[in-house]
């Protein structure tokens, strides 16, 4: 993986800082460190050693920043958004696969054998 953040990720994050910078927080950095604040954030999720993806992880980057608006009172560390980072999607699920009647009497029929070379009785 590369230590350099990904540009979507720097766009994510540099969009929820100006949310945040519109709140006026106390603490919050000048309006003109805009870039080096999401620089610096982008730094410390890549840090985390995630395998970013975009099509999973902006919507989720997008959200963790709406609810760190809606809870934060000062300016906030980037550790601070973790705690507000909604999980990824869960991928489907394979079905279950299909066993035919054939199928499975011969697989029983393997495990009788197999009992009757190891002598095991049920």
């Known amino acids: 993986m590369s230590d350099a953040a990904p540009g979507w990720l720097v766009a994510e994050v540099a969009e929820g800082i100006q ?3 519109v709140l006026r927080l106390d603490g919050c950095p000048p309006a ?14 890549i840090v985390r050693g995630v395998a970013w993806d975009e099509a999973l992880d902006a919507p989720r980057l997008r959200e963790a920043f709406r609810r760190l608006a809606a809870h934060c009172t000062r300016w906030p560390a980037p550790a601070a958004i973790w ?20 199928d499975r009497k ?11 070379k190891l002598r095991i009785t049920t």
């Open 19 to 21: 949310r945040l910078l």
């Open 32 to 45: 003109d460190a805009v870039e080096a604040v999401a620089l610096a954030w982008a730094d410390a999720l």
């Open 83 to 102: 705690e507000h980072m909604p999980a990824r999607p869960e991928q489907a699920k394979l079905p279950p696969p299909k066993v035919s009647d054939e």
């Open 106 to 116: 011969r697989a029983l029929r393997m495990l009788a054998e197999l009992r009757d």
